[in-house]
């Protein structure tokens, strides 16, 4: 088993910047083992992909946030991070990280980001 906790949403203006983390704990699978990804839901919208990173730390974003937002990961922290710059009101959704490993994929329970313009 995985736990994925994210934390570092909030309220933010729009040109703003945050920096949302993804902790991973569990005694089955480290961080190192899972291909990462943040994905975010705005309200009345499905779930979307925003980024992902490989176990190797090859990157890849959509076309929305490209420029904007960086992933990274701290294998040593157990953690994944995603920077997010130049924030828009359109950014403004529920961030939820995702970590994949054997074929599974774990979640975590989100974090808000408002964006106000």
């Known amino acids: 088993q995985v736990q994925l906790v994210e934390s570092g949403g909030g309220l933010v203006q729009a040109g703003g910047s945050l920096r949302l983390s993804c902790a991973a704990s569990?005694?089955?699978?480290?961080?190192?083992?899972?291909?990462m990804a943040w994905y975010r839901q705005a309200p009345g919208k499905q779930r979307e992909l925003v980024g992902r990173?490989?176990?190797?730390?090859?990157?890849y974003y959509v076309d929305s946030v490209k420029g904007r937002f960086t992933i990274s990961r701290d294998n040593a922290k157990n953690t994944v991070y995603l920077q997010m710059n130049s924030l828009k009101p359109e950014d403004t959704a529920v961030y939820y990280c995702?970590?994949?490993?054997?074929?599974?994929?774990?979640w975590g329970q989100g974090t808000q980001v408002t964006v106000s313009s």
């Open positions: 990173i490989s176990r190797a730390g090859t990157t």
């Open positions: 569990g005694s089955t699978f480290s961080i190192d083992a899972l291909a």
């Open positions: 995702s970590g994949v490993v054997t074929g599974y994929a774990y």
